[in-house]
């Protein structure tokens, strides 16, 4: 007997795991068909690594551009070639002269949106080759830079040589990109000792489960303690409940008119806003898109007017024994 699953799993990943030897695990262990991570944790790295199953992996581009917030250890002193501890040293300056209040100034300056290289031994491509083949060749290469925001960065601990700090910042930052710019800010050099993942959008280490008690699991209902559904995931977007006729037409790819939506339960909201639809029976329906502002709805006429489209569906999200 099979049991199917829908939704996000949150993995407290341990360190020396890929974020694909995770989607590995789970898929065999459990029998997933289609599971795929959102965003990439560096096997250096532990923390909150959300595993999208089924029918969750249709939520991936709606949570994906998610900020993260990360705890990290920063060495100043040593640069290395991947630029944390794995690497090989590249680099050695004296840090022996630096105060702390030239080291909170300096982390300061990265707030905001800055620019940033990414390492070489990262998933980027670049002219349709991935960095870390290249950079296990001993071939570096050109990168172009990318921008991304710091929305928080603070000192928590100085213990020279060694830097705790905690930074949530946009999707794509690198972290340990970041640990080296401000080592060379401050004129040392600098690579990370430790780096976990916080939080991953909505999700944080509370609702991650342990990577030994995953490994003591072997049923796929057993996840379902730890499992978040498709509507819980998407609990920033707002929501509107459908009837069965609605679902109906929504499932056969027919926008929502005027007349079906009730207007003392939606909030005001602008044209290109995404909702979540659901009904008691299936669970999330449809992420839908705003074709025009409330300010433009009379209520009461307008009746045809399409005001949301479809942009995503969703089959019933149920668990299904075979």
């Not at 003392?264 to 999330?284: A, H, N």
């Amino acid at each position: 007997m099979r049991t199917r699953i829908d939704g996000l799993l949150i993995v407290d990943k341990p360190e020396g795991k890929t974020s694909l030897d995770v989607v590995r695990e789970i898929k065999h262990r459990f029998q997933v068909r289609k599971a795929g991570h959102i965003g990439t944790l560096d096997p250096f790295a532990t923390g909150v690594l959300p595993i999208a199953i089924h029918e969750g992996t249709k939520l991936v581009p709606f949570l994906e551009q998610e900020p993260k917030e990360y705890e990290a250890v920063l060495k100043l002193g040593e640069e290395t070639t991947t630029d944390d501890l794995s690497g090989e040293v590249t680099l050695r300056r004296p840090w022996e002269n630096l105060r702390p209040e030239s080291m909170h100034a300096v982390f300061q300056n990265f707030l905001g949106r800055i620019q940033q290289i990414p390492p070489m031994f990262s998933a980027v491509k670049v002219d349709g080759r991935r960095l870390y083949r290249l950079a296990r060749r001993g071939v570096e290469v050109e990168r172009k830079q990318r921008e991304v925001e710091i929305f928080n960065i603070q000192i928590e601990e100085i213990d020279l040589p060694r830097i705790r700090f905690r930074v949530s910042c946009s999707k794509g930052t690198y972290i340990r990109s970041l640990g080296r710019d401000i080592g060379r800010r401050l004129g040392c050099g600098g690579h990370l000792l430790y780096l976990r993942r916080l939080r991953s959008g909505p999700f944080d280490l509370k609702q991650a489960i342990p990577w030994e008690r995953l490994r003591e699991l072997s049923k796929a209902e057993d996840l379902e303690p730890w499992l978040i559904s498709l509507r819980e995931a998407l609990s920033g977007l707002p929501e509107i409940i459908g009837d069965d006729r609605l679902v109906k037409r929504l499932r056969f790819g027919q926008g929502m008119a005027v007349r079906d939506l009730s207007f003392r339960d939606l909030p005001v909201f602008e044209k290109g806003q995404c909702f979540k639809m659901t009904s008691p029976e299936d669970g999330l329906v449809a992420i839908l898109r705003s074709e025009v502002n409330a300010s433009d709805i009379e209520e009461g006429g307008n009746g045809g007017l399409v005001a949301f489209r479809p942009v995503r569906l969703f089959h019933q999200q149920t668990t299904v024994r075979s």
